[in-house]
């Protein structure tokens, strides 16, 4: 049975970094093919995704928030570790990491998520 | 940047209808990289429909999608009370992935 469970704080203040991890169990990490996301969903908005990282260390980020992102994985402990730097209030949101499989036939959809993690930014 | 532009914002139905969903991508998108995500309140989105066309593992067959290019379709042949919820397109063929702002389907 694949899960993903996501955790961290439950509240930042502005400026600081947030780090959240992504344990995962059933899968590997170092299985050709395999990939772990991150999503976000602030309160009542829509997802968006964050960044990706690969079994061969690739990363992705999405170019709006590329410069505040880092991905890392730990294939060892089987966790995905996200880095958010100079958090601000409207990173407030709901927090998801999700399994994508690049090989047929999902291709790269989020097959698994993680149950989310919420993350308040607030003096 | 691919940008998804999901109609209708909400879709009041009632059970035993049909719906319908759209999704319309602002440059071609390879329809194996088209999924469709369902989220209920408070639970994390769930994937229905990836590839466009293929279902799901656990997925019932009252739900399908097709489409290729830009435009793609959800359908829901009879609503059971259960599929009340919102709908994501999410297209992952190409960096930085991208999802659909999302299609709420409520009871009429």
């Known amino acids: 049975q694949i899960t993903l469970k996501e955790s961290g704080p439950t509240l930042v203040k502005p400026t600081q970094t947030l780090t959240l991890t992504c344990t995962f169990s059933g899968f590997s990490l170092s299985t050709t093919g395999v990939g772990v996301g991150w999503i976000r969903q602030p309160p009542g908005k829509a997802l968006e995704w964050l960044a990706l990282?690969?079994?061969?260390?690739?990363?992705h980020y999405s170019p709006s928030l590329k410069t505040r992102l880092t991905i890392i994985k730990d294939t060892s402990k089987n966790q995905v570790v996200l880095i958010m730097t100079n958090v601000d209030p409207v990173d407030t949101a709901t927090y998801y990491c999700?399994?994508?499989?690049?090989?047929?036939?999902?291709?790269?959809?989020?097959?698994?998520w993680g149950q989310g993690t919420m993350v308040t930014i607030s003096s | 940047e691919i940008v998804l532009t999901q109609s209708p914002g909400t879709l009041s139905l009632s059970p035993g209808e049909r719906a319908t969903l759209s999704c319309r991508a602002s440059q071609s998108v390879s329809s194996i990289y088209l999924a469709w995500y369902q989220q209920k309140p408070g639970q994390a989105p769930r994937l229905l429909i990836y590839?466009?066309?293929s279902r799901a593992t656990g997925i019932p067959d009252r739900f399908s999608g097709s489409g290729s290019g830009t435009d793609f379709t959800l359908t829901i042949s009879r609503l059971e009370p259960e599929d009340f919820a919102v709908y994501y397109c999410h297209q992952y063929g190409s960096s930085p992935r991208t999802f659909g702002q999302g299609t709420k389907v409520e009871i009429k």
């Open positions: 990282i690969y079994w061969n260390d690739d990363k």
């Open positions: 999700a399994l994508a499989v690049i090989a047929a036939p999902v291709l790269g959809a989020f097959d698994i």
């Open positions: 590839g466009a066309s």
